[in-house]
């Protein structure tokens, strides 16, 4: 990703988070989300964020607290139905976090 597309990427962020900051609804941002950075990693998305909220951007956590729930719904569309080679052999990290999960369950 050159620079850039990235301060263009950063910019539409900075825009649907002020958006949010102003009363739309996380379901109204989430097409716009959807269509910028559905191919972008989550950590890619995290760092913008990070830099808009540490930039003199008026963007605070507070805002990108906000777009939580749009993340998530794109991530888990980008996720389901994928199979994960050996994640049930033990060892694997997918399957330890199971096992972890289960321990936490049982108490």
């Known amino acids: 990703m050159t620079n850039s597309s990235r301060d263009q990427r950063i910019q539409v962020l900075k825009d649907i988070l002020l958006r949010l900051h102003h009363g739309a609804s996380p379901d109204s941002v989430e097409a716009d989300f959807q269509a910028h950075f559905s191919d972008v990693s989550p950590i890619e998305v995290s760092l913008m964020e990070h830099e808009l909220m540490?930039?003199?951007?008026?963007?605070?956590?507070?805002?990108?607290?906000?777009?939580?729930?749009?993340?998530?719904?794109?991530?888990?569309?980008?996720?389901?139905?994928?199979?994960?080679?050996?994640?049930?052999?033990?060892?694997?990290?997918?399957?330890?976090f199971k096992q972890e999960n289960l321990a936490l369950q049982a108490g």
């Open 54 to 96: 540490n930039g003199d951007h008026g963007v605070g956590f507070e805002d990108v607290m906000k777009l939580c729930t749009v993340h998530a719904k794109v991530m888990a569309a980008g996720v389901q139905g994928k199979e994960v080679p050996d994640s049930e052999q033990e060892g694997h990290p997918v399957w330890i």
